[in-house]
């Protein structure tokens, strides 16, 4: 069974920091880019960073350039989000999901984890 699981989502000050997990179980993820989606409440879902398949490129958008870093572990077929200087506009259920490329498609998604930034 193809399955993508996110985990590290919580509760955080602001100014506080997480890092998000999203790991695949059913196939490799070294094949795949993947990309992580938030949805705040009453607002669409929207992509917040993607990495290729082998990591060489990675993509951000402009909101969370310079305080989110994405990275992946192929060994562990594992990727993570690295969220600095949260705010509570990063309040979303936050999302990853796999692609051939990142502007592909997304084929398999996971269910999301909630994160929450209040003081």
């Known amino acids: 069974q193809l399955q993508l699981v996110e985990s590290g989502g919580g509760l955080v000050q602001p100014g506080g920091s997480l890092r998000l997990s999203c790991a695949a179980s059913?196939?490799?993820?070294?094949?795949?880019?993947i990309g992580w989606f938030r949805q705040a409440p009453g607002k669409e879902r929207e992509g917040v960073s993607c990495?290729?398949?082998?990591?060489?490129?990675?993509k951000y958008a402009d909101s969370v350039k310079g305080r989110f870093t994405i990275s992946r572990d192929n060994a562990k077929n594992t990727v993570y989000l690295q969220m600095n200087s949260l705010k509570p506009e990063d309040t979303a259920v936050y999302s990853c999901?796999?692609?051939?490329?990142?502007?592909?498609?997304?084929?398999?998604w996971g269910k999301g984890t909630l994160v929450t930034v209040s003081s």
């Open positions: 059913g196939f490799t993820l070294d094949a795949y880019a």
């Open positions: 999901a796999a692609a051939s490329w990142c502007q592909a498609p997304m084929d398999y």
């Open positions: 990495i290729s398949g082998r990591g060489g490129s990675t």
